[in-house]
């Protein structure tokens, strides 16, 4: 496959260059060619009117370029400061490492990004947020001339979020080139200078922020026109779906009360830490309360586990698409079938026939776009991935759905599939309890929006009297609860 064809990219000395395209557009080989990861077939780098080659990421370092990947390069087993120092640890004058320094040096980092995390403590402990954070901290290590960014906003919140704006406009008063990969067009034009589009490999255009707007970049990344950012809704009779009464789990949960009708998207906001993933993650049984209730269409159930949950009816789409949702090295079908063989076997014997009628209707209603139905899931876009971690909850025909950041990592034009496939769900009666970091996607799909802070429900607002602000004055307790 040609990843790229005949690719100009040019930046200058302390600009902030964002880079946009639907997913598979080639941001990401671009980038992981220029850090030293992959050698191009043709062209050339030119750094600092020097042509330069890089044979691997260690000569990029050298020449002063960093990166933080899209896919979290961090090892779980290793603590926060050894990972931040990874292969570049302080030595003692015999080769042993110079524990003090690199926590020193560990804390300097962590305290200039404001994180407040126990340097010993195991990666796979942190959050995604955390994780992400840490990703940054170790590439502004490297004290960088060039710094790849490719999607680092995906896992943060608005005051993580503005916390990094703060640091690039810092960067680049000192000097450092930005190249900044997101697929949420806003921030492009909050912190970018200059923008170019890849689609398909090629680029389409390369203009300054001051001299294109939302539509037009949009437009160019797509191919064609979006009709507004949210797909319209459309009223249905709401019945009682999933209700949770005085739910409370290991300090982490605190007297949940939580009610989401048939045919209705509540959205569940808040800051990172405040209890969202692990109300998700208690409802679908992975954590188990001390005490309160679930309640499924008015009678009380059972959840004790996973097994129980997806019986009942609750599937789950988590927001780590790739270590929890999927089996990356299974193929779509093994995927979208892996809840529900029970359903598609008999005496232990799964009908092949039967798991390929049911994948392929689903992945037609979808539109998942694979060459077939035994190709791995791992060579799939974003988008398409998220459509499959969709499917397998619509094989075992759940009824109520909880999505957790359901459009993180995905281009616009699927982010615009994923609102109409949720949307239809609701419309078909399903319960959908949506948890996103993203306000704009809270305000413009929920129904009603459901703030959590500190473990606990502070706040309820219908979509027609909502707003950022409102939003977060309660997830941060500026304001009481309502």
Known sequence: MQALQNVSFQCKKGEVKALVGENGAGKSTLMKILAGVYQPDEGEIILRREKVQFDNPHDAQKCGISIIYQ???????????ENMFLGREPRK???????????????????????????????????????????IAKALSLNAELMIMDEPSAALTTQEL????????????HGVTVIYISHRIQEIFHIADAVTVLKDGKVVSTSSVEEINEEILIRQMVGRDMEGRFPSKSEVEKKKGLSVVGLSCQEVLHDINLEVRKGEIVGLAGLVGSGRTELARAIFGVRCPDKGAIHLNGRKIKVKSPRDAINNGIGLVTEDRKKEGLVLGLSVKKNITLPSLDRLSKMGLVSEKGEKRRVKK??????IRTPSMDRQVEYLSGGNQQKVSLAKWLVTESNVIIFDEPTRGIDVGAKFEIY?????????????LMISSELPEILGMSDRIVVMREGKIVGELLSEDATEEKIMSLATGLIKNS
Do not use: W
């Open 362 to 367: 689903i992945i037609q209603e979808l539109d």
């Open 420 to 432: 109409n496939l949720i949307l239809d769900l609701a419309r078909r009666g399903k319960a959908i």
């Open 71 to 81: 896919e979290r390069s961090l090892l779980p087993y290793l603590g926060v400061a």
């Open 93 to 135: 004058r015999l080769g042993f490492i110079d524990s003090f320094t690199l926590y020193r040096e560990a804390q300097k980092l962590l305290d200039k990004l404001k994180i407040e995390i126990d340097l010993t403590t195991p990666v796979y402990n942190l959050s995604l947020a955390q994780q992400q954070m840490i990703e």
């Open 162 to 173: 503005d916390r990094l704006f703060q640091i690039i406009h810092s960067l680049k008063d």
